[in-house]
C-alpha cells in the first residue's frame, strides 16, 4: 500500500530520498551515514528509518514520511497508523540493544510556525533512554493533553496549532500545544540533559562514531 504526496525540491530529506545520500543537498552530504552502504535501516515506498545525525544516546533514529509533509498531523490517517506500526517494531529492536524507548516530534504548521523544529519534513525520533524521563521538563514549558494514538496528531493539523509530540517508554501518547517560543531542536536539548549529555545540536555534534554503533547493531 502507498500514499503518494509529492517530493519538495528545497527539502534535506527529500533530496536524500530520491538522489542518494551523497548528493550536493543532501541533508546526509557530509554525514559518515553517506558512506555507509546501509544508510537506511529500512524503507519502502512510504517510511524511511534512518540512523539520526548527531544522536543523543546509541540506537537514535528516525522514522520519516518518504514523501514530504511539515509533519506528522499532515499525513493521511493510514499512513499515520503505518508509521506508528513501523516505529513500533523498530522500538522493539531498539529496546533489545539498548534499553526502553521514547518517541517525540515538533510539529510545525509553517515556516514560521515551527513549533521549534528545525526540518520542515516529518520525522519522528526513537531514542534509547532506559528509565529517563523528559516529562518534567516538558511541562515546565507547555501544558500536555493525552491523545490515544498518533494518528490523533491530525487534530493539530486541522486546528493549525504547533505542537510537541511526546510518546513515553509505556506507551503514553501526549501532545502539547506549541504557545510560548521554543529553542531549536528544544527535545533534543531537553533529552540530552536528561541523560546527562551536553551534544544536542545534531549539526554542531554529529557523532559518526554513535550513527555506526546504531547501523551496525539495528537490523530489520
Known amino acids: 500500500m502507498t500514499f503518494p504526496h509529492g517530493y519538495d525540491d528545497d527539502c534535506a530529506f527529500c533530496t536524500a530520498f530520491r538522489f542518494g545520500p551523497t548528493h550536493p543537498n543532501s541533508v546526509y552530504l557530509d554525514d559518515a551515514t553517506a558512506r ?3 544508510w537506511t535501516i529500512f524503507e519502502d515506498p512510504n517510511v524511511v528509518v534512518l540512523p539520526t545525525i548527531g544522536p543523543v544516546a546509541p540506537g537514535h533514529t528516525m522514522v520519516l514520511a518518504r ?6 498531523a499532515h499525513v493521511s490517517p493510514d499512513l499515520a497508523r503505518y508509521a506508528e506500526s513501523v516505529a513500533i517494531t523498530l522500538s522493539g529492536k531498539l529496546s ?3 534499553g526502553d524507548v521514547i518517541w517525540f516530534e515538533h510539529g510545525p504548521m509553517s515556516e514560521k510556525a515551527t513549533g521549534g523544529s528545525c526540518t520542515s519534513h516529518a520525522h519522528l525520533h526513537c531514542v ?3 528509565d529517563v524521563d523528559i516529562s518534567g521538563q516538558i511541562n515546565e514549558r507547555l501544558t500536555g493533553r493525552r491523545i490515544e494514538s498518533f494518528a490523533d496528531l491530525a487534530q493539530q493539523a486541522e486546528r493549525e496549532q504547533p505542537y510537541l509530540y511526546y510518546r513515553t517508554q509505556g506507551g503514553e501518547h501526549w501532545v502539547y500545544d506549541v504557545t510560548v517560543d521554543l529553542p531549536c ?3 533534543r536539548r531537553v533529552t540530552a540533559t536528561a541523560l546527562g549529555n551536553g551534544d544536542w545540536d545534531w549539526l554542531a555534534c554529529p557523532h559518526p562514531d554513535v550513527v555506526h554503533q546504531t547501523i551496525t547493531a539495528v537490523h530489520w
Open 96 to 98: 533489545a540493544e539498548f
Open 128 to 130: 534509547p533512554v532506559g
Open 67 to 72: 514523501e514530504h509533509y511539515l509533519s506528522f
Open 36 to 38: 555507509h552502504a546501509n
Open 185 to 187: 531542536q528544544f527535545l
